[in-house]
């Protein structure tokens, strides 16, 4: 109340009074001024973060980081304690340098059956020089027309190729429903134990850069370059709760491609054999899950997981959804071109 002491006055102290005021209010002012500034230095200077799209931080992206862009580290290591392999990174090194002094057989087995006979020669030829080069491969290839060997292929020393007839099965929707079946059958039959180690891929993919020891292990499992570092929600798994198939909304930590996957024989005949019945139960309901055995390898890898997981190296394509990486290993040309649109998959021959 003291600034007011001399408001009543009419002669010369109101004069007084009036500079007075004024100069209480630019001290005023000033102890404002000073208190606010010394109150913004204490937030900057106390650590707390900018306020997301008010304040953009010199250096950081607008897009989350999933591990694969240029300068990050990508993510080496899954939740359960299974290695996440990148082919060039020291621990995959590591793992090679484990089988440089061991005999190891591994097989190779794919389906080539109807327009995907068109594919085997391709694959194999590239596989030839890819696949665990310098080591003993047996391709095992279940076939129904097997002039798609002809002229035949020459094989590397320590190579082989043992063909295994099938009944022709038009149409992808017979082939998804009956292959975990057959890959079941022809590893009892005619696997068997004279490999290790089996893969199972599909036929209308190329190898593209080396496939070395870094993929041997118990169970292992290739993650979908399309939805690598992507959410839990963006994951195509089948929601019918009634299918064999559904994947309820708290499980599940990666999904994972069937383009490839693989594993000691009796793991891989394991898994083949329950997906089929997986299958096998949703047929007689009627019902096919939406992605057809890959819903099912899903559900499985879910319940069983994998000792070792592969990178989008290991299973890629182009399109506009795929993940950055460094070298890309085995691509898919089927499903690159389902990525394409139907002029770019003219003039491939898609």
Not at 65 to 73: F, K, P, Y
Not at 287 to 292: D, K, T
Not at 293 to 304: K, M, Q
Not at 317 to 343: H, K
Request: net charge negative; hydrophobic share 40%.
């Amino acid at each position: 109340m003291a600034l007011f002491m001399f408001s009543k006055c009419r002669s010369g102290p109101v004069r007084v009074s009036k500079a007075r005021m004024v100069l209480y209010s630019l001290l005023l002012s000033l102890l404002i001024y000073l208190f606010q500034r010394s109150k913004a230095t204490v937030l900057v200077n106390g650590g707390h973060p900018p306020i997301l799209g008010l304040e953009p931080v010199e250096g950081e992206a607008d897009t989350p980081d999933t591990g694969t862009s240029l300068g990050h580290q990508p993510l080496l290591e899954t939740p359960w304690g299974a290695p996440l392999v990148w082919g060039e990174s020291s621990e995959s090194a590591n793992h090679r340098a484990k089988f440089s002094q061991r005999e190891v057989r591994v097989g190779l087995l794919v389906l080539a059956v109807g327009a995907y006979g068109l594919h085997l020669r391709r694959f194999l030829l590239s596989a030839e020089v890819n696949f665990l080069p310098g080591r003993g491969v047996t391709y095992y290839v279940l076939c129904d027309n097997p002039r798609s060997l002809e002229p035949p292929i020459k094989l590397a020393p320590g190579r082989d190729l043992k063909v295994i007839p099938v009944a022709e099965m038009p149409g992808w929707d017979r082939l998804a429903r009956r292959r975990m079946d057959l890959i079941a059958a022809a590893i009892k039959d005619e696997v068997g134990d004279a490999v290790a180690y089996v893969f199972c891929a599909d036929v209308d993919q190329e190898f593209t850069a080396p496939v070395r020891e870094e993929i041997l292990s118990e169970l292992v499992a290739t993650l979908h370059p399309e939805l690598y570092g992507m959410p839990r929600h963006a994951f195509p798994y089948e929601i019918e709760e009634s299918s064999a198939a559904c994947v309820d909304e708290d499980e599940g930590d990666f999904y994972y491609t069937s383009e490839l996957y693989g594993g000691r024989v009796a793991e891989v005949f394991r898994l083949a054999r329950a997906c089929s019945l997986l299958i096998l139960e949703d047929q007689e309901k009627g019902f096919m899950a939406r992605g057809m055995e890959e819903s099912y390898l899903n559900r499985y890898l879910i319940d069983h997981r994998p000792t070792c997981v592969l990178s989008p190296e290991y299973s890629w394509w182009d399109s506009a959804l795929s993940a950055d990486v460094p070298v890309q290993r085995l691509i898919s040309l089927g499903r690159q071109c389902e990525a394409l649109d139907e002029r770019k998959r003219e003039e491939r021959r898609c």
